[in-house]
């Protein structure tokens, strides 16, 4: 049974950070790409980033570069984003999923998904 697990969300203020972590479990790691995605209220799932296998190549959304750090431990069966100077805007459900060995943008491509971590971000 593929399962995948989201943590450290929570309520913080504009300009501060949080670290969600996602722990997989059920399937060989290392053998498939991994993303963020997040919906807010009322609003379609959005790309957030995406990390290749080995975590050798990453992808932004741009509404997160340079703000975000998608990153992962394959030791660890664990992935993390990483962000920085959050916004009211960023405000979410955040979701990590899993993918068969290519990383992509698109959540439909996505085989395995998280229950998702509350990201509230207040003004």
């Known amino acids: 049974q593929v399962v995948l697990v989201e943590s450290g969300g929570g309520l913080v203020q504009a300009g501060g950070s949080l670290r969600l972590s996602c722990a997989v479990s059920g399937l060989t790691f290392s053998s498939y790409a991994t993303a963020w995605f997040r919906q807010a209220p009322g609003k379609e799932r959005e790309f957030v980033a995406a990390?290749?296998?080995?975590?050798?190549?990453?992808n932004y959304a741009d509404s997160v570069k340079g703000r975000f750090t998608i990153s992962r431990d394959n030791a660890k069966n664990t992935m993390y984003l990483q962000m920085n100077s959050l916004k009211p805007e960023d405000t979410a459900v955040y979701y990590c999923?899993?993918?068969?060995?290519?990383?992509?943008?698109?959540?439909?491509?996505?085989?395995?998904w998280g229950q998702g971590s509350q990201v509230t971000v207040s003004s």
């Open positions: 999923a899993a993918r068969f060995y290519v990383m992509t943008r698109v959540a439909s491509e996505y085989d395995y």
């Open positions: 990390i290749s296998r080995t975590g050798a190549n990453t």
